[in-house]
């Protein structure tokens, strides 16, 4: 067979569009999407591998013999690179891909070229077995054969690229590799079927029409299983760039991936940790090793450092094919620091005053019962201390509020001043206050009091136009000579503050039986 034959030049200029329909449909529809750049390049080689072949055998006019033969090889070099390029993005090697790759994998086809259409100067390609009226380039010189091999070699390489990922990927993803690879195996089909002498067109070079077919199978992929919509995207933009710890650990718990922000996290290095048992990863974090065997969903919020300096909540979920075999599990730390911050300050709001700065009543209600049962349990005692600023409404109405906030939090200052970790100090109410003192007996209470009124009673208010002097007074109670339950040790402090208000305040009275029956007597 030789030029011209219209019948071989039409299948090939069929071929041709639709590689070229497929290039414009693949970097309009997907443009963004990781993987499109290379195969649109690769449909538009081929593409003019086919129209180039195709003008070849329907022998259209050209400057001089075998030109669209040698024009043809614009397409056949670019072809191997824009493959490999592509399966490599679509395998999510990322890493690789990076311009200085780029402009090696194109030295190659531009020293080809060069020394295919300036090889009369050199015969570096053809070493004088350039031949007319052939349908294809069989023998050449060192340069032919150098481009024979590397680009077949680029071709093997991203066929092991593509099963690779086809072997560890699962659903969707993996039919779209399959349809890849079902496509990427029509150029070797055609070179074996060629090399035993089976080609159904003698003389004409089948090279670029199985390469069709291959850029076919991939057009296919991208319209019937959304190739380059899905998971390279997500694996790429989404994991790597996310601010969440991922890691995934196959079935016989070996570091599979991990992402930057795990990495950062643990302080590992990605290319030296991949396969290495989990154990030795997180072998700092002993307590939830086990939650890492566990087939079940687990959660758990992790503190770093102690006192802790921050949180992540970690969840591990186990990962399963669709035929439920278990496939591995998938770790993600999310950093909770600044939630468990706001959820602290929230707290700590709802339990304190907010003019104060001291403890409020609701923290109290939570807190004494558990107090209480400490102290029975332990048999020691607790002292509960009532305190009232005395004549406080006289302030408020000859100073303003503002200075009657002004006495609250200077009370509030002394108390904390004078008071244990462990003391509960608490704005009772208004202007009254209850301090409640673990393992400390009326006794002893009392003098804690008696200095807290002194030093408050030296304390000067000042305001606007004049001084405020305030004086206090108190009631103590003891648990649980005095009595067993909070309510009722409440009761009976403010009772023995009722009394020292009562004999003249600026006083502290500790409660005795005696006082009882003078208050029953009333």
């Known amino acids: 067979m030789s030029p011209p034959d219209i019948a071989y030049s039409t299948v090939l200029m069929v071929a041709g569009m639709i590689c070229m329909v497929a290039g414009v449909l693949v970097l309009q529809t997907r443009r963004t999407a990781s993987g499109s750049i290379p195969l649109g390049v690769l449909m538009f080689a081929l593409s003019w591998w086919d129209l180039t072949y195709s003008l070849f055998w329907a022998d259209a006019p050209a400057p001089y013999p075998n030109f669209w033969l040698y024009v043809t090889y614009v397409g056949a070099v670019i072809v191997p690179p824009a493959l490999l390029f592509f399966a490599m993005q679509l395998s999510g090697m990322h890493d690789w891909l990076k311009t200085p790759f780029l402009l090696i994998l194109c030295i190659e086809p531009l020293l080809v070229l060069t020394a295919l259409f300036t090889d009369p100067w050199h ?244 807190t004494l019962d558990r107090e209480l049962a400490r102290a029975m349990r332990e048999h020691q005692p607790i002292a509960f201390v009532m305190l009232d600023i005395d004549h406080f409404k006289n302030i408020n109405d000859k100073f303003g509020h503002n200075e009657g906030d002004v006495v609250l939090q200077k009370l509030a200052t002394l108390l904390l001043s004078y008071t244990r970790v462990g003391d509960i100090v608490c704005r009772y109410g208004g202007e009254e206050f209850l301090v409640v003192l673990p393992d400390v007996t009326a006794e002893i209470a009392f003098q804690i009091a008696e200095r807290w009124r002194k030093s408050f009673t030296g304390l000067t208010m000042p305001a606007e136009h004049a001084e405020a002097n305030a004086t206090l007074s108190g009631g103590i109670a003891e648990f649980p000579i005095h009595r067993n339950t909070k309510e009722e040790l409440i009761s009976t402090a403010d009772k023995a503050l009722y009394h020292a208000k009562q004999t003249g305040r600026n006083r502290v009275i500790l409660w005795k039986q005696d006082l009882r029956n003078q208050l029953a007597s009333k």
Do not use: C
């Open 123 to 366: 015969a570096l390609f053809f070493a004088g077995r350039e031949t007319q009226g052939i349908g294809m380039i069989l023998r050449g010189g060192p340069v032919f054969w150098m481009n024979v091999i590397y680009s077949y070699l680029l071709i093997l390489i991203a066929v092991v690229v593509l099963i690779r990922r086809f072997l560890q990927t699962e659903g969707m993803y993996k039919k779209q590799i399959g349809v890849v690879l079902i496509g990427v195996g029509f150029p070797w089909l055609n070179s074996f079927i060629f090399v035993l002498g089976f080609s159904p067109f003698p003389n004409a070079d089948n090279t670029p029409f199985s390469f069709s077919i291959a850029g076919l199978a991939f057009t296919y992929a991208l319209l019937r299983y959304n190739l380059l919509d899905i998971l390279p995207i997500a694996r790429h933009v989404l994991i790597e760039n996310m601010s969440d710890g991922v890691i995934v650990i196959d079935a016989q718990n070996r570091l599979v991936d991990i992402n930057p922000a795990a990495e950062q996290l643990l302080g590992l290095s990605r290319k030296s940790r991949i396969g290495e048992p989990v154990g030795n990863l997180i072998s700092t974090w002993s307590d939830i090793i086990a939650s890492f065997y566990d087939l079940r969903e687990t959660e758990a919020v992790i503190p770093i450092g102690n006192p802790p300096r921050s949180y992540f909540d970690l969840k591990i979920s186990p990962l399963y094919n669709d035929h439920q075999r278990f496939l591995g599990r998938l770790v993600v730390w999310r950093d909770i620091t600044l939630l468990k911050k706001a959820q602290a300050d929230l707290q700590e709001q709802a339990i304190r005053d907010a003019l104060t700065g001291l403890y409020n009543r609701r923290y109290l209600d939570e």
